[in-house]
């Protein structure tokens, strides 16, 4: 299979300006994605989507390929994943270059554990039917807890098709999962038919211990401490 890793690092952020591009261990935030993909074997193409000629100069300084600029209208704060994954995929096929699997990696998980595209990729060839594949952890706090609040001020189970979910004990509680945003893999026959999810995800389970996503000041100085130097 040709597989290729997409980097978003658009140039707008609102909670922490130039958030792809800020130093974290000596390094901007984006370059732990870029060396995560060009260490696997298994990637053939690394490239970052920017609207950025900032962000395109660094980016090639760690070796991701910046062969467009996004276009302004798809690096909103509205704009949604498929529309610039679409915008790539798009991008290649015009020049005759098919991939099978398009990894998406983004920069604001700079931890992420060994292997994930690897793993990936095995399930793929395992099971052909497998439409994506995306990084979840367990929930620490379970949504069977949750509560909605009317406008009387009483409180009622926010999941409605379970009787008392709030009373279950918490050994029966079932197993749920929230996605990290470490990873997902999708294949090209999934984002041609307008998705990169499909129906049939996949999960790859991590731990807690094993990530973090950059959205705050604070998140800097708990990456720094996880990042081995």
């Known amino acids: 299979m040709k597989i290729i890793t997409i980097i978003p690092a658009r140039g707008g952020s609102k909670s922490i300006p130039k958030k792809n591009i800020q130093i974290l261990k000596n390094k901007p935030l984006v370059a732990y994605s870029i060396e995560y993909s060009t260490k696997s074997k298994c990637v053939d193409r690394t490239i970052v989507s920017t609207d950025s000629l900032e962000i395109s100069d660094i980016c090639k300084k760690y070796g991701a390929e910046v062969p467009f600029i996004r276009p302004t209208e798809l690096?909103?704060?509205?704009?949604?994943?498929?529309?610039?994954?679409?915008?790539?995929?798009?991008?290649?096929e015009r020049l005759?270059?098919?991939y099978d699997l398009y990894v998406l990696l983004r920069?604001?998980?700079?931890?992420?554990?060994?292997?994930l595209i690897e793993k990936a990729i095995k399930i793929f060839i395992k099971d052909s039917s497998v439409s994506s594949i995306r990084s979840v952890a367990k929930v620490k706090e379970h949504p069977y807890r949750t509560w909605s609040i009317s406008?009387?001020?009483?409180?009622s189970g926010f999941v409605e098709d379970v009787k008392e979910p709030y009373n279950i004990p918490?050994?029966?509680?079932?197993?749920?999962y929230f996605q990290t945003g470490d990873i997902e893999v999708?294949?090209?026959?999934?984002?041609?038919?307008?998705s990169i999810s499909g129906s049939n995800i996949h999960p790859l389970i991590i731990n807690h211990s094993e990530m973090i996503?950059?959205?705050?000041?604070?998140?800097?100085?708990?990456?720094s401490e996880l990042i081995k130097s």
């Not at 920069?107 to 292997?115: A, D, E, F, H």
């Not at 999708?186 to 307008?194: A, F, K, V």
Request: cysteine-free.
């Open 170 to 176: 918490r050994q029966q509680l079932p197993d749920i």
């Open 96 to 98: 005759g270059e098919i």
């Open 151 to 155: 406008s009387t001020g009483s409180m």
């Open 107 to 115: 920069p604001t998980s700079p931890i992420r554990p060994k292997g």
């Open 213 to 223: 996503d950059i959205d705050h000041w604070e998140d800097f100085s708990k990456a």
């Open 186 to 194: 999708i294949s090209r026959e999934t984002i041609l038919q307008g």
């Open 75 to 92: 690096a909103q704060d509205a704009s949604k994943d498929y529309d610039f994954m679409r915008h790539a995929l798009d991008y290649f």
